[in-house]
């Protein structure tokens, strides 16, 4: 099955600093690769994805970057803000043709400390 | 749309009874996924389904939890007998394939067993 791996587990920046965190996987034939936030007491939640036909995808002061040759994706943040504060899990997926399923296979979470 | 919704938001149990979670994921949504995330093994896929159908189950710990989706809206999560290495928090997250590939997670059922 798919092993992602996710450094560094924790990571402090001063505010208005960027945050890089990143994210390797093993299985060649995954093709989605989703960053999550989740914030203390809920859910994690979608903030950008990327597919593995793109190298790179931007949002706002979010980017996530993606080597295919290399399995390895990465998590950049811009000009980070206190609210920016929160655990990031990596995941990688696949899609299965007999079942259209899309299993999330998640990294171990890098907790985000921006201080103000 | 509410997102996916789980009850109860914390529940703690005595070691040997019975646990029930419940999840409502969003309408229309073809997929739903159980995970448990603790600080030792982060998050975990338990169990997903499609079309109220289980597919996988082979993340379930062992025949002491057991899960079920008698509709497309309601999903339970069945534990018994808890046993204290049980606690953590289990979320449940739906999607639906053909339009995007995220995930919508609920906000979780922080369970201790006591």
């Known amino acids: 099955g798919e092993n992602v791996e996710q450094h560094p587990s924790t990571l402090s920046v001063q505010e208005g600093d960027s945050a890089v965190i990143k994210c390797t996987y093993s299985?060649?034939?995954?093709?989605?690769f989703p960053w999550y936030k989740q914030e203390l007491g809920k859910g994690p939640q979608l903030i950008i994805d990327?597919?593995?036909?793109?190298g790179e995808k931007k949002d706002q002061r979010i980017a996530v970057t993606l080597n295919k040759t290399a399995k390895h994706f990465s998590l950049h943040i811009t000009e980070t803000q206190p609210e920016d504060s929160a655990v990031y899990f990596c995941?990688?997926?696949?899609?299965?043709?007999?079942?259209?399923?899309?299993?999330?296979?998640f990294g171990t979470g890098t907790r985000l400390t921006v201080i103000p | 749309d509410a997102g996916v919704i789980q009850s109860p938001r914390h529940e703690v149990t005595e070691m040997g009874q019975e646990v029930t979670l419940r999840c409502k994921p969003i309408?229309?949504?073809?997929?739903l996924f159980w995970y448990r995330q603790t600080m030792m093994r982060g998050l975990e896929l338990l169990i997903y389904?499609?079309?109220?159908?289980?597919?996988?189950d082979s993340g379930m710990p062992e025949d002491r939890f057991s899960a079920k989706m008698p509709n497309a809206s309601f999903s339970t999560l069945k534990i018994q007998p808890s046993e204290p290495r049980d606690s953590a928090v289990y979320f449940c997250?739906?999607?639906?394939?053909?339009?995007?590939?995220?995930?919508?997670f609920g906000s979780g059922t922080r369970l201790t067993v006591v």
């Open positions: 389904f499609n079309n109220n159908v289980p597919i996988d």
């Open positions: 995941a990688a997926s696949r899609t299965w043709r007999q079942t259209g399923a899309n299993n999330l296979f």
């Open positions: 997250a739906s999607s639906l394939t053909g339009t995007d590939y995220g995930y919508t």
């Open positions: 990327i597919r593995s036909n793109v």
């Open positions: 309408s229309g949504h073809d997929y």
């Open positions: 299985d060649s034939a995954s093709n989605y």
